[in-house]
């Protein structure tokens, strides 16, 4: 009994929270993807083109997918539970954390896949690109969701900063969601990198609640 609670089962608490947590934002996604080709084309274009359905659809994913992580504990009940079992909340988040990317970056490549099928000139630097998108977006969401203890309000800055890049552009620089439809791909690491740091914080502020409780 007291070796396997030090083993910690990654796989087992994996496999429950996929099933009791996450599998409606899985299918949510899955059909994001698959209505995308009936709002754009995905079929015979050149790059810069191939990059829009990616960036302005499909990295959306990650909103649906990365916001829920912290949503069960947000009932007190839950929480309580969850808290009162041998492995920490914490380890909790970041195996959903972990298996959440996993999961939009397989969606990506799936999708960046099918477009490659249609005849467009896809690269592997376009999906790449999408998941840095899809990261963003969804550590924005999930950074405020721990703030707010609130998932429903956690949406709104990810959708409000999309809304932005729409209306701004290339004017919001190294942070603009859809450069490789310009052309460029700098822009895709700073927004990389900002939403692993945007998940670390939320993980930490997570954390540090939890103690102050």
Known sequence: MQSSKKRFPLLEIAKINLRHNALLSIAVA??????????????????????????????????????????PEQNDEIDDLVSSKYCSTAKVYLIRMVYSVGIAALLICVFTVYMKLQSCDVMPVLALGAIADALFLGSMGMLTSALTGNTVIGYMPPLLYYA??????????????????????????????????????????????????
Do not use: H
């Not at 990295?59 to 997918?65: A, H, K, Q, R």
């Open 30 to 71: 899955v059909l994001l993807c698959l209505v995308t080709p009936l709002f754009i084309g995905t079929a015979n274009l050149d790059r810069n083109s191939a990059a829009m359905p990616l960036e302005m659809f499909v990295s959306l994913i990650g909103i649906v997918l990365l916001m829920p992580v912290f949503q």
């Open 164 to 213: 932005l890049n729409i209306g701004m552009g290339p004017k919001l620089g190294s942070l603009y969601l859809f450069s490789m439809v310009t052309g460029s791909y700098t822009a895709k690491l700073w927004l990389f990198v900002a939403g692993i740091l945007m998940m670390a914080a939320a993980l930490f502020y997570q954390r540090l609640r939890k103690r102050m409780a």
